[in-house]
T-cell receptor, first 115, second 112 residues
Framework: DTGVSQNPRHKITKRGQNVTFRCDPI?????LYWYRQTLGQGPEFLTY????????KSRLLSDRFSAERPKGSFSTLEIQRTEQGDSAMYLC?????????????FGPGTRLLVL | GEDVEQSLFLSVREGDSSVINCTYT??????LYWYKQEPGAGLQLLTY?????DMKQDQRLTVLLNKKDKHLSLRIADTQTGDSAIYFC????????????FGGGTRVLVKP
């Protein structure tokens, strides 16, 4: 069990550019979640998948954000036309649906800075 | 609606007990969690409590849940310098595995 991994760990981009983050969940976990955390705040839910199906999206997930989990394993989160307000830590978590308590385990996060 | 609140800061001396408090508004919370976050890192699950429980103890950690007042607390016994971090409480509504709603976090500083 290698835990949840995220890449890259840090990303600096200029306003208007597109960025893509990747999350690899714990191997047998079928649920995958994305959260965003701004400085001094708690994480806020963005979206989650069960296998390859995207089951819920937050209103925080504007049209510029898209998430995919094409084969039910890793997931990508893309932000198009980045804005300075997108600067945050993007956290991924995974859990095993059907397991008792279905605990979410978090990755180390990708810190995005938009200049 | 969903709202989870925590106090911002707690300072405690090494060896003393720490108590971190959290209030939530949604009575349909099913699971309540405590996560720890160290600088620049992701979140580490510390413990959780199911909504039909009043108390849970796990080594140095004790979780108390008062459903009537919608109040959750985390007590850390014999606090160590390595316990300095930000602590988040979080709730999930309905089935376990649904999205987590987090509080704003309590920064705990342990002084030697």
């Amino acid at each position: 069990d290698t835990g949840v991994s995220q890449n890259p760990r840090h990303k600096i981009t200029k306003r208007g550019q597109n960025v893509t983050f990747r999350c690899d969940p714990i191997s047998e976990h079928n649920r995958l979640y994305w959260y965003r955390q701004t400085l001094g705040q708690g994480p806020e839910f963005l979206t989650y998948f069960q296998n390859e199906a995207q089951l819920e999206k937050s209103r925080l997930l504007s049209d510029r954000f898209s998430a995919e989990r094409p084969k039910g394993s890793f997931s990508t989160l893309e932000i198009q036309r980045t804005e300075q307000g997108d600067s945050a830590m993007y956290l991924c978590a995974s859990s095993l649906r059907g397991s008792w308590k279905e605990t979410q385990y978090f990755g180390p996060g990708t810190r995005l800075l938009v200049l | 609606g969903e709202d989870v609140e925590q106090s911002l800061f707690l300072s405690v001396r090494e060896g003393d007990s720490s108590v971190i408090n959290c209030t939530y508004t949604d009575s349909s919370s099913t699971y309540l969690y405590w996560y720890k976050q160290e600088p620049g890192a992701g979140l580490q699950l510390l413990t959780y409590i199911f909504s039909n429980m009043d108390m849970k103890q796990d080594q140095r950690l004790t979780v108390l849940l008062n459903k009537k007042d919608k109040h959750l607390s985390l007590r850390i016994a014999d606090t160590q310098t390595g316990d300095s971090a930000i602590y988040f409480c979080a709730e999930t509504l309905g089935a376990a595995g649904n999205k987590l709603t987090f509080g704003g976090g309590t920064r705990v500083l342990v002084k030697p």
